[in-house]
T-cell receptor, first 119, second 115 residues
Framework: DTGVSQDPRHKITKRGQNVTFRCDPI?????LYWYRQTLGQGPEFLTY????????KSRLLSDRFSAERPKGSFSTLEIQRTEQGDSAMYLC?????????????????FGPGTRLTVL | AQKITQTQPGMFVQEKEAVTLDCTYD???????LFWYKQPSSGEMIFLIY??????QNATEGRYSLNFQKARKSANLVISASQLGDSAMYFC????????????FGTGTRLQVTL
């Protein structure tokens, strides 16, 4: 059973460029989450999918950010017109909502993250 | 709104000793889950242990145990027999039933295990 994978692991870009990150969840996990982590902080929630439906978006997710999960498997997170403030670690996690009977108890398993540096 | 507070920015422990990492939480929802994650310098968040608000007993997973005091709203992580490989950032996190998606994280505690 492979874990959550993310690609690329590191990305350096110039301000104003667009970037796209990919996340492959644990197979058969129906929930997928994106978080952002800046230096010295815990991860902050960005958005969440159940299968292919994007069910929640944080206010942190500005109009320049878009996420997709077209077939309910892998997901992409795109940042348009990057800014220096977008520099962070972007973490993806997945969970199996059917594993427990309660909506808040399924464990989220994280990938290694994509570290974005905007110059 | 939910909030997690970790008041220890850094902790030191000698190898083979036990250490307690503090976590307090705030929520008005009676149904919630508490999680601890370990983040080594490589960056990946590794799930350690889970405690549900209705669980009667404290959770244990190998060398990890969770000291859950519901009235005090605390969920401290106890690591027994510390190993050098335990050196990492440790994050406490919470999910409540009304927000089935997101985890709310604390700011973390950096643990350093010494010889």
């Amino acid at each position: 059973d492979t874990g959550v994978s993310q690609d690329p692991r590191h990305k350096i870009t110039k301000r104003g460029q667009n970037v796209t990150f990919r996340c492959d969840p644990i197979s058969e996990h129906n929930r997928l989450y994106w978080y952002r982590q800046t230096l010295g902080q815990g991860p902050e929630f960005l958005t969440y999918f159940q299968n292919e439906a994007q069910l929640e978006k944080s206010r942190l997710l500005s109009d320049r950010f878009s996420a997709e999960r077209p077939k309910g498997s892998f997901s992409t997170l795109e940042i348009q017109r990057t800014e220096q403030g977008d520099s962070a670690m972007y973490l993806c996690a997945s969970s199996d909502a059917l594993a427990t009977g309660r909506s808040y108890t399924d464990t989220q398993y994280f990938g290694p993250g994509t570290r974005l540096t905007v110059l | 709104a939910q909030k997690i507070t970790q008041t220890q920015p850094g902790m030191f422990v000698q190898e083979k000793e036990a250490v307690t990492l503090d976590c307090t939480y705030d929520t008005s929802d009676p149904s919630y889950g508490l999680f601890w994650y370990k983040q080594p310098s490589s960056g990946e968040m590794i799930f350690l242990i889970y405690q549900g608000s209705y669980d009667q007993q404290n959770a244990t997973e190998g060398r990890y145990s969770l000291n859950f005091q519901k009235a005090r709203k605390s969920a401290n992580l106890v690591i027994s027999a510390s190993q050098l490989g335990d050196s990492a950032m440790y994050f406490c996190a919470m999910r409540v039933s009304g927000t089935a998606s997101k985890l709310t994280f604390g700011t973390g505690t950096r643990l350093q295990v010494t010889l």
